[in-house]
């Protein structure tokens, strides 16, 4: 059912301001382990949803934030289309807000974009209770600050989302993933290599034992790629993605603290405990054990990289990389901006805001 | 700003910087009086050429202590007059800061100074098999910290995006004179999207001192198919039909009658010059890829009702149905003495009637208008042609293109697909936002640069600015934050 429930959200978030009362911005709950604990009063906006326009042709597609992220994927796939960051759903309650409030991007990101590549224009609410339209329907647009993009990733601190414009792409019209036995060390240098050759790569994986190749493409692209890169043709390769962008993966079994580590891709194999799972190439790697997070911080850090407590572990005491003094100045100053009482998602991403 | 200020600022930048680094005689300063929008002249009070980004550091601590405002400027190729100087204000060229610092194969990255050329990016990069995506038509001259402040596009955007798409992570001081680094060498960085918010900002929130961009495999093979048609309309359904059929080209581009003849006459790319328009199709990718896509689109050109379908059969002739394209600004700029260049973006399907109301008005005004358009990514590009020395021409010029530029708000769309506010489409962006976005947009220039110091006046009009333009949005009589100075 769509329904536009803007007015009602516009006039909580005024009175929330007023009032200096904290609120907990909640679209599906499918992420909801994400980031530090929510606080303050639940703000639903689940119930505001529907598309409300798609042009396939014009490569963009307009929803309200409450959307399914499941229904939009179905109407896109309808017409040979897809939103081209692979986004997790982490259940099947996800809608497109919560997505891209997270920012979170799948298997093809490397090769293909972001969630924050995607994003054309956005309608918010600010914590002072605005309606507040930036961006647009159109691929190119320079005018004003890119305020949708950075929305994105933001957890909701910066505002709430009413509406989402993205650039979709066409669906390949051939994929085949490729399977390889390897070490790390091989499979990080293989990796890299076949990225900076003109091969119609989408995805890449390495479990520990094996190393995953998605190409997608025109037929007889990926049909001479898949000369090129060698390998057996694995059977039910969506389901294996899947478990990878779902975290559905035998990796992700388990309840020790999942962290996420954002590498440059060349990044040799990190000799650190706990078990690993290496993906986009070599820039996202996921690492499963109780590991001290202070010194990870560090190792990573000094690999020109940064790190992320995912799931478990002590959630209120480390979540996302420690920022420099003045990029954390400019943060405050940014949320004050946007929220200057403080009430959108208040410590959700850091204690501070 | 008093004599006696300018003395001792003057005095204190001598102190920071080699004496060839300020500029303050006229003869020097009055080649920094425009950038490529040249319509608009101001010379500054003093340029600085800092050679290091700890001379940047300290000219920004200078001018910040003593409250002094600062324009930095690229390669001065922009169009939207984005790097126009202002009278009491510092001219901050990052000309000199022109290294290349390191081309990385590996991570496909290469980490650059503001002032390297785009162009140069690609050719460091060449040898590795690899370049720099965003093409600007300006790219022989442009530099990266321009590319990166105005989110620069080109031809090749719809497959491969903006400047904004391809970057990593930037090197930025401060108005406080404070380094800092947004983004990184991963492929996101922690906090909210600050390589985003720049991108594009118009040196409004801070001055870029490094970039480092993203470089992507050179494709194997590029080839492009010219197709002709007897109407427009035939031609702009034919790109829906491209798209509609899972084909993304490298680059997909179209001109109309006017621009295709100027071209022709200009450059003699062997364009059919009774067409109403062409299209230009680029495919690249791998071999095989290439030669199953041309086969498709070749096919729904024709099907579209194209009068002449032609592929280029060697790279000679594909650089030369290019020229063509590449040369429509100075080709179009012939046929009279001036030309004023619009760069509205509208959704796709509405450029039938974009086209038809361009038209009118050209008829109407009497300025004759040829059309230039990024068709996949619906980025239209109107030259007005008109005479600055007849009195009057360029006043209805200017409201001509204000004209077309609203009609490209009113369809769904833009004012600036890639070149810009700055100070050219100040008031239009009074139609393209309400007040209350260019409040938000005043409090997160104001999150960076709390004093107004940097490039102040472009990108994001006052409200004071939009109430005498007379396209304030204004409610039962109430303008919205009546606590608010209008200055």
Known sequence: MDKDIAKELQERVTAACHAKTPLAIVGGGSKAFLGREPRGEPLQIGEHRGIVSYQPTELVITARAGTSLHDIEAVLADQRQMLPFEPPHFGASATLGGTIACGLSGPRRPYTGAARDYVLGMTIINGSGDILRFGGQVMKNVAGFDVSRLMVGAMGTLGVQLEISLKVLPRPAQEVTLIQERTAAEALVVMNHWAGQALPLSATCYDGDHLYVRLSGAQSAVESARRRVGGDVLNSPGEFWESVREHHHGFFAGEAPLWRLALPPVTPPLLIPGKQLIEWGGAQRWLSGEVDGAMLRRHIAEAGGHTRLFRGGERGKVGHHPLTPSVLEIHRRLKRAFDPEGILNHGRMYAWG | ?487
């Not at chain 2, 080209?249 to 059919?272: K, N, S, T």
Request: charged letters at 20%; proline letters at 6%; a negative charge.
């Open chain 2, 1 to 487: 700003m008093t004599a006696e200020d300018r003395a001792s600022l003057l005095e204190a930048l001598l102190v920071l910087l080699p004496l060839d680094a300020v500029l303050c005689e006229e003869e020097e300063i009055r080649p920094y009086e425009c950038d490529g929008l040249s319509a608009y002249r101001q010379t500054p009070m003093v340029v600085v050429l800092p050679s290091s980004v700890d001379q940047v550091r300290a000219v920004m601590r200078l001018c910040h202590a003593l409250k002094v405002p600062v324009v930095a400027r690229g390669a001065g190729t922009g169009l939207s007059g984005g790097a126009l100087p202002l009278a009491g204000g510092v001219l901050l060229s990052l000309a000199k800061l022109k290294s290349i610092l390191s081309v990385d194969p590996g991570n496909r990255s290469a980490r650059v100074q503001p002032g390297v050329r785009n162009l140069a990016i690609s050719e460091a990069a060449a040898p590795y098999g690899l370049y720099y995506a965003p093409d600007p038509s300006s790219q022989i001259a442009c530099s990266i910290g321009g590319n990166v402040a105005e989110n620069a596009g080109g031809v090749h955007c719809l497959k491969y995006g903006l400047t904004v798409h391809n970057i990593l992570k930037l090197g930025v001081v401060t108005v406080e004179g404070d380094f800092i680094t947004v983004g990184s060498d991963a492929l996101d960085s922690p906090g909210y999207d600050l390589l985003a918010l720049f991108t594009g900002s118009e040196g409004l929130l801070g001055v870029i001192v490094e970039v480092t961009v993203k470089l992507l495999p050179i494709p194997e093979r590029a080839q492009v198919i010219l197709a002709a048609f007897d109407d427009v309309i035939k031609a702009a359904t034919a790109v829906g039909e491209v798209i509609a059929a899972g084909i993304i080209p490298a680059g997909l581009e179209m001109m109309d009658r006017l621009a295709i003849q100027a071209a022709e006459a200009f450059v003699h790319a062997g364009y059919p010059v009774d067409a109403e328009a062409i299209l230009l199709c680029e495919i690249d990718g791998t071999n095989e890829e290439v030669s199953e896509h041309i086969m498709e689109v070749r096919r729904i050109m024709q099907a579209c009702g194209a009068v002449e379908v032609r592929t280029a059969k060697d790279d000679q002739e594909r650089a030369r149905l290019w020229k063509g394209r590449k040369a429509a600004f100075p080709a179009v700029g012939r046929l009279a003495p001036d030309y004023y260049c619009m760069d509205g973006t509208i959704p796709r399907q509405r450029l039938p009637e974009v086209l038809r109301r361009i038209a009118e008005w050209s008829q109407e005004y009497g300025l004759p208008v040829a059309n230039v358009f990024h068709a996949g990514d619906g980025n239209l590009h109107p030259l007005i042609l008109y005479d600055a020395n007849k009195p009057g021409e360029l006043q209805r010029t200017e409201e001509l293109g204000g004209k077309i530029l609203e009609l490209c708000v009113a369809v769904g769309g833009t004012i600036t697909g890639e070149h810009g506010v700055g100070v050219e489409k100040i008031n239009q962006m009074c139609v393209q936002f309400a007040p209350m976005e260019l409040t938000q947009f005043h409090a997160v220039k104001h999150a960076f640069d709390p004093h107004g110091l940097l490039n102040p006046g472009k990108a994001v009009p006052t409200l004071h600015r939009c109430a005498e333009f007379g396209a304030m949005h204004v409610h039962e009589g109430k303008l919205p934050f009546p606590e608010l100075e209008r200055f």
